[in-house]
């Protein structure tokens, strides 16, 4: 009973002097419990939503304001145009665009029949269609309001509502759910793996230190310990395009340049978390459990599995910060949309400072970590 006492004070002791892992071991987990827990929610709620009212009437606008007040849609455009919707839908902007068509007040008068357009951006099938679903009961509880047949009556239909699903007209969740997955294989092949060549290198083998007596620069050493999981993570990358295309049938409409130009500014990023990673780890376990709390992390903020419009203000602006959450968006849009630089310039800016800061920001720790 003796010996277990020591032995167990001999292991907090060892706990006590790894104090970066004490961070991440009790730390994180809070931080995670604390932010994920406001932040996951299965409800669907503000719906990006384009509105064009090209009849301006009393009716219509009336129709328009019970659209904008309630929290299940978020009206972030009122567009002038019927052509100016669809753009708005191609731009990632909204997921429902409503048009409301010229004569509607006049046709609601007359107890004729004015159809109303419904837009939807498939990308995300159960988003899309619950926009859609928003709209119609709103819709529904506006014509009963005016005693006017609804479109969900099952007599005589005062309003029509033609729905029209973009990008994903067969609405399969494969669309979905595959670029999601790819960014998932790229960014943990790319931080997991060099955070653990990094660690092994320094810690367990102690063969980084003589790398630096050689005749090669810190650059040549950092490059050359990064640049190999780079090309295997463009290798894991082509193989997926080829499963997607040949297994799931889901083409690139984008171009394919462009893609990988965007890619290699994703994991400049990822790479630098894996270095940053092996800076504040001594072990192969320890930077195993690091990266699986922040790739847990970053993916939960992204917008793979929750609409990132669910989010609350806080964790919302959070998720700015956030590498997966522009790489998703721009694999999604070159995907199914076919988006070239006009619409993905934002996502690449951001992917290029964030980049910039994480690499320069890896590479100063290390310098100082070695000494």
């Not at 068509?101 to 159960?126: H, V």
């Not at 309001?145 to 699903?165: E, K, T």
């Not at 965007?262 to 990023?269: N, V």
């Amino acid at each position: 009973m003796k010996a277990l006492k020591y032995l167990i004070r001999k292991e907090f002791i060892e706990i006590r002097r790894t104090r970066s892992m004490i961070a991440i071991t009790l730390g994180v987990p809070i931080i995670q419990l604390l932010i994920l827990g406001m932040a996951i929610t299965g409800d669907v709620v503000h719906v990006p939503t384009v509105i064009t009212d090209l009849d301006n009437s009393s009716a219509s606008r009336d129709l328009v304001s019970r659209l904008e007040h309630t929290r299940y849609l978020d009206v972030r455009r009122r567009a002038g145009d019927i052509r100016e919707a669809e753009p708005y839908l191609q731009r990632n902007d909204a997921i429902i665009a409503v048009t409301i068509p010229q004569g509607f007040g006049k046709d609601i008068i007359r107890r004729t029949s004015p159809a109303i357009q419904i837009l939807a951006d498939a990308q995300n099938t159960n988003v899309a269609l619950t926009g859609t679903g928003y709209v119609l009961r709103i819709l529904d509880s506006w014509a009963r309001s005016r005693g006017i047949p609804s479109p969900a009556s099952s007599a005589s239909r005062q309003i029509i509502c033609l729905s029209n699903v973009r990008y994903n007209p067969e609405l399969k969740s494969a669309p979905f759910m595959i670029p999601g997955i790819i960014v998932i294989l790229v960014s943990v092949i790319t931080v997991i793996m060099t955070a653990l060549a990094i660690v092994r290198e320094r810690g367990e083998r102690g063969t980084f230190e003589q790398l630096l007596v050689t005749p090669v620069t810190r650059i040549d050493i950092i490059l050359g310990k990064t640049i190999p999981f780079g090309i295997m993570g463009l290798i894991e990358l082509s193989i997926a395009l080829v499963v997607a295309k040949l297994v799931y049938h889901i083409p690139i409409a984008g171009s394919l340049p462009l893609f990988y130009g965007i890619t290699l500014l994703f994991m400049a990023t990822t790479l630098g978390i894996g270095i940053l990673i092996s800076t504040v780890t001594n072990t192969q376990q320890q930077a195993l459990f690091a990266a699986w709390f922040i790739l847990m992390f970053t993916l939960l903020l992204s917008g793979f599995f929750l609409p990132l419009e669910n989010m609350p203000d806080f964790i919302y602006t959070i998720t700015y910060l956030n590498p997966l959450r522009y790489y998703l968006t721009v694999v999604r849009e070159l995907f199914l949309k076919g988006s070239g630089i006009r619409e993905l310039w934002t996502q690449s800016l951001a992917l290029f400072i964030i980049a910039s800061v994480v690499l320069s920001a890896a590479v100063i720790r290390l310098n100082k970590r070695l000494g």
